[in-house]
């Protein structure tokens, strides 16, 4: 692996425990202003230091993170389709690989749709962006994106999404927890992180989730909603760093949630 990729994959890893914490705020491009984070900056600054690397659009990059902040960027390069259309998955690369070299990114990351109705030019675009990525020192992270369709998170589905992203040359893949996870860590030869999905009903249910993927196999977790949806943003993001880091159970995770927690 040339030096450049290796470094920039360590920045969002951590070479010490091979673990990570991402920070996904990149909804802004197919949900609009989304609950909590309709101001990027105000709701991105105070979590950015707990942050191991955070996933954004370049339009949050340009106008809502300070250039002397030292947090690695994964920069979401695809996109297409907003929410107001059923299909989710007509895709395309909307920031080039250029663009990224300019703002820094240590990874580039796109969404692939498999079994969706444009899961070719997804994954077609995959293996393109790969190959830019390649070519620039800098890693591609691939999402296994769902749609709406929420009832193909199990293993047998997430495994072959995984694994094909792995075999057109993803470096790292985000996917989704579900029964049977060690499977899917299993059948996929690179290192896969967790998405936090939709709001869950507690922090006890998100952190659970994230003990659960890490238990498992995952090398950490990119969550976004359950972080700065909390009613103690900055708490749940220590409360997951606590979990991936330093091996904390759920419930002592959760201390970090409630001693910090903001009165009313």
Known sequence: MPWGLQNRLARIIRPTDGRTVMLAAD?????????????????????????DAVMVTRGVVR????????VPIVLRVSGGASVLNEDLSNEKITTSMKEAMRLNASAVAMSIFVGAPHEHDSLVNLGKLVDEGEEAGIPV????????????????????ACRIASELGARVVKTYYCDEFSKVVESCPVPLVVAGGPKLETELDALE????????????????????????PVGMIRAIRS????????????????????KK
């Not at 909804?27 to 942050?51: C, D, Q, S, V």
């Open 141 to 160: 992270l691939a999402v296994t994106a769902v749609g709406k369709e929420l009832e193909k998170r199990d293993a047998r589905y997430l495994s072959l």
């Open 27 to 51: 909804h802004g491009y197919f949900l609009g202003p989304t609950r909590k984070i309709e101001i990027p900056r105000k709701t991105l600054e105070p979590l950015l230091p707990y942050a």
């Open 243 to 262: 979990i991936v880091h330093e091996r904390a159970t759920p419930k002592e995770a959760l201390t970090f949630v409630q001693a910090a927690k903001p």
């Open 209 to 232: 989730l994230a003990h659960e993927a890490v238990q498992e196999g995952a090398r950490g977790v990119d969550m976004g909603r359950n972080i700065w949806q909390s009613a103690n």
């Open 63 to 70: 106008t809502s993170i300070d250039p002397g902040a030292d």
